[in-house]
T-cell receptor, first 113, second 113 residues
């Protein structure tokens, strides 16, 4: 059972544009929602994370929007740069249950110069 | 150390061979996780340690998979009688506490031929 569904699978954006990735979850007990960035041959690196008591969190060019009632959250990458070309994963966990992450399937982002 | 270190980076095993994958977490990190990442997919949870105690092994796919962390620092993931479906990248991650965001290593790419 895929508890975290991510879309799109891939996207192409022009330099300076906005990349938007969406995730939906099923388990209402999830209380921690991080986004990871992964480059080829590397492990995932934590980008930004949000708790469900907050509707939006911004760090630099990266913003998470969270909709608890819809059980959805999204990542917006503003002013996308070629160096942002990577695979992005959303994830969810229950912190009190050991914080094991359930990942989405990933979105491959290509930023064209 | 500065990051999570995994060895070997690449491992080719003949079907039926046993393999051992090593993880050196960040010094002082209490929690340690193992994930399996198939090609083009998100990581999937295997097992979790808090210090030397294995608190969750619900993600281990079969009894051929075994993980240990005897002194609460270095961890080893062992796969017995490898099969082709075991081919994947095995990622290790560590965190200071049970509820902190965690840092992934670059992984070990296992290919079973």
């Amino acid at each position: 059972q895929q508890q975290v569904k991510q879309s799109p699978q891939s996207l192409i954006v022009q330099k300076g544009g906005i990349s938007i990735i969406n995730c939906a979850y099923e388990n209402t007990a999830f209380d921690y929602f991080p986004w990871y960035q992964q480059f080829p041959g590397k492990g995932p690196a934590l980008l930004i994370a949000i708790r469900p008591d907050v509707s939006e969190k911004k760090e630099g060019r990266f913003t998470i929007s969270f909709n608890k009632s819809a059980k959805q959250f999204s990542l917006h990458i503003m002013d996308s740069q070629p160096g942002d070309s990577a695979t992005y994963f959303c994830a969810a966990s229950i912190k009190a249950a050991g914080n094991k992450l359930t990942f989405g399937g990933g979105t491959r982002v290509l930023v064209k110069p | 150390g500065a990051g999570v270190s995994q060895s070997p980076r690449y491992k080719v095993a003949k079907r039926g061979q046993d393999v051992a994958l090593r993880c050196d977490p960040i010094s002082g990190h209490v929690s340690l996780f193992w994930y399996q990442q198939a090609l083009g997919q998100g990581p999937e949870f295997l097992t979790y340690f808090q210090n030397e105690a294995q608190l969750d092994k619900s993600g281990l796919p079969s009894d051929r998979f075994f993980a240990e962390r005897p002194e609460g620092s270095v961890s080893t993931l062992k796969i017995q009688r490898t099969q082709q479906e075991d081919s994947a990248v095995y990622l290790c991650a560590s965190s200071f506490g049970a509820v902190d965001g965690y840092t992934f290593g670059s992984g070990t790419r296992l290919t079973v031929v």
